[in-house]
């Protein structure tokens, strides 16, 4: 009885503590789910995996001052920038392009989508743009 008693309770504490973490992502996907709603028709999602609305677009989000011919301009700098990187992954994933070809291209088009932001965005918002991007990078990550 002694073994029958103990692989029950084995299980039972195993089952428990799979409960808790099923628990813990579901309140964490909550979370992500509720701050995208917070975004309203801000947030862009496409139907490729990976690809929802991207950091940075985030970080512009948060800019003082931004209108709405600015936020709209925005979406769709960044809609047509997904869309050329996803061509891009689209040709390396089927060998129409080295490694190399795709990195090159992809910080090209990075650079292009950068320099049509800043069109966009005047100079005090670029400046805090950039401000945010280093605090981002100088936080470290748990």
């Known amino acids: 009885k ?3 008693i103990l692989f029950s309770s084995l299980l039972l ?3 428990t503590a799979q409960f808790s973490q099923v628990q813990a992502q579901r309140v964490a996907s909550d979370a992500v789910s ?3 709603a917070q975004n309203g028709s801000n947030t862009q999602q496409t139907s ?26 925005i979406d769709e700098l960044n809609k047509e920038h997904r869309e050329q990187v996803s ?12 490694r190399a070809e795709f990195l090159s ?6 650079d292009r ?21 280093a605090e981002r990078r100088n936080v470290p990550e748990n």
């Open 2 to 4: 002694t073994p029958i």
């Open 13 to 15: 504490l195993l089952s």
């Open 34 to 36: 509720e701050a995208l």
């Open 48 to 73: 490729q995996r990976g690809i929802f609305q991207s950091r940075e677009s985030r970080l512009v989000l948060q800019l003082d001052g931004l209108t709405e011919d600015q936020i709209s301009r």
């Open 87 to 98: 061509d891009l992954l689209d040709r390396w994933r089927g060998d129409q392009m080295t």
């Open 105 to 110: 291209r992809r910080r090209t088009n990075f």
């Open 113 to 133: 989508h950068q320099e049509q932001l800043k069109e966009v965005l005047t100079s005090t918002q670029w400046e805090q743009l950039q401000n945010l991007r």
